[in-house]
Structure formats: C-alpha cells, structure tokens
C-alpha cells in the first residue's frame, strides 16, 4: 500500500550570491532541509497505510513537498528585515514545506493530530486558515513542526512547514495563487467572485462531511 501519488522535486542547492562566503555552510543547511522533508513524507506515508488498513480507504489524496529556491529564501529575509546571513535561515519556518491534500473535513485535523502525537515531533506553531479563513478566502491548516534529523555524526533538529487541506481547498489555492500577483484593475472583481467561492466551497464540503458521517452509520 502507497499513497496515491507523492510528488519530491530534486533539491535545489544553487548559493545566492550574498553566501558565496558560507557556501559549504548553506548546501549544508538545505541538505538538512531536504532530509527532513524526506522523513516527514515517510511519516505521512506511514500514517496513510495505517488509515487505509483501519478505515479501509486512504483519505490522503496525494502529497507534495519542496525546498524553496535561492531566490525565494532571499526575498523572505528581506520581507522580514533579517540579515542576509546562514544564521538567519533558522528564524525562517517554511524553507522546507510539504502539503498533504485529503478528502474530507475530518481527514484534515485526523492525519494533522496523527502527525503532531508523534514522540519525535514536536509541533512548533499551528494556523487554522479554516476555521478562521484569510482575508482573500484562503483556507488551510498551516502546522511548523520539527523534526531530529539523525547524520553520521550528529542530530539536528530541523523545522518543516506542513499545510493540510482538501482537494477542494487545493484546487482553489492554485487558482487564488495564479491571480495573486495579478494588478490589472479588472482582476480586482475576479478576486471578489473567488472569495464567494471559498465560501461556497465550505458550505459544501461541510454538507459532503454530515452526509459521509451519516452513511458511516450504517457501516457494519
């Protein structure tokens, strides 16, 4: 038994110019990045096959996962005023990310408190964009966690950024992130209409959850 589908990009190791001094340092850095990301894909992937044998169905549609680039790491240190340095990589919680898509409302919060029960992850931050959506309509469950990242000669506690929804919430998240660098004033009334969607779509998928709920009890 395997998850549906797992998608890991290759990592990308290239140094930004502003670390060309601490280049050993920072492929270090994002090697432990990517391990961790590769442990915390074999925890989920664990976790699925358990669901799948007790609930005999797999509520994870498929995961993926990646490192941010150079150029993204940059940015962000720059939007939060931080120096340009290795050091400041730490403060920074979602160089590594994984998004894990499920089918229902209760997968969500069952595979999130799985993962978080764990005896080596410790769960740094939680944001629940669902039940107190974004702004824009943007709904997901943002969890930081850390996880021991074990080498030949030492242990590093490193931080992974894990964000659970549903295909639902998914399919929107995608479209919201194609408009969202959009200035054209005539993207202004599309942003609108996506918000009601967002709304719609919860309302939906809370009427899917109490029928799912209501046919389990007629499960022998």
């Not at 270090?28 to 990045?33: A, G, H, P, R, T």
């Not at 409302?105 to 408190?113: C, F, H, K, S």
């Not at 959506?133 to 997901?140: C, I, L, M, T, W």
Request: aromatic share 8%.
């Amino acid at each position: 038994m395997t998850l549906n589908k797992i998608q890991l990009k290759e990592p990308n190791y290239a140094v930004p110019e502003q670390f060309k001094r601490e280049a050993n340092l920072y492929r270090q850095i994002m090697m432990n990045y990517y391990a961790a990301i590769k442990m915390v894909h074999t925890k989920l992937e664990i976790l699925s096959d358990q669901l799948h044998v007790n609930a005999k169905r797999n509520p994870i549609e498929f995961i993926k996962a990646r490192l941010k680039n150079p150029e993204s790491i940059m940015k962000k240190l720059i939007d939060h005023g931080l120096k340009k340095t290795t050091a400041s990589l730490t403060k920074i919680n979602d160089i590594a990310g994984v998004r894990v898509v499920v089918t229902y409302l209760e997968d969500l919060y069952e595979v999130a408190n799985m993962l978080v029960q764990q005896d080596d992850v410790k769960l740094i931050q939680i944001k629940d964009y669902i039940k107190k959506p974004k702004e824009n309509g943007y709904r997901s469950l943002h969890l930081v966690i850390e996880v021991p990242v074990f080498f030949s000669n030492e242990k590093i506690d490193t931080k992974v950024e894990v964000q659970i929804r549903t295909i639902a919430m998914d399919f929107w998240a995608s479209l919201e992130h194609d408009m969202k660098y959009k200035t054209n004033s005539s993207f202004k009334e599309l942003k609108v209409e996506l918000k009601e969607c967002s709304e719609i779509i919860s309302d939906v998928e809370t009427k899917m959850q109490n029928i799912k709920s209501k046919l389990s009890e007629y499960d022998v």
